[in-house]
């Protein structure tokens, strides 16, 4: 009887190599989770500057309509009531030309 016990007791923990196996498992599940979450949060930049550029093209669109002349600057489509509010983002600035009313970004929101 006291025997069997002690034999339970030596082999009920977990050897080096298994600890070692699922320690590797988790560290590449890991780094599979970061690669991928890195992945979605730049596709979502991507998406808010291209969204923020099709806002204010058509703001702009619409001072012309109402104007005849393109708006000087983007404060000019925000005061107007055309905008919410001038986009803002950390990770790119948009920019509205006043010769022909084009809205780009800085940096492209392709390379987002």
């Keep these: 009887m006291l025997q069997s016990l002690s034999k339970k007791r030596q082999n009920a923990g977990f050897t080096l190599i298994e600890l070692l196996l699922v320690i590797s498992i988790v560290a590449i599940l890991t780094a599979v989770a970061v690669f991928s979450i890195a992945s ?51 990770s790119y600035t948009i920019s509205l030309s006043t010769a022909n009313g084009g809205v780009s970004s800085a940096p492209a929101c392709s390379s987002l």
């Design 40 to 90: 979605v949060s730049s596709r979502s930049r991507r998406a808010a500057c291209q969204a923020d550029i099709i806002e204010v093209q058509k703001a702009s669109d619409a001072y012309y309509t109402a104007h005849q002349t393109f708006a000087p600057d983007i404060a000019t489509l925000v005061t107007g009531n055309l905008l919410r509010n001038a986009p803002s983002n950390a």
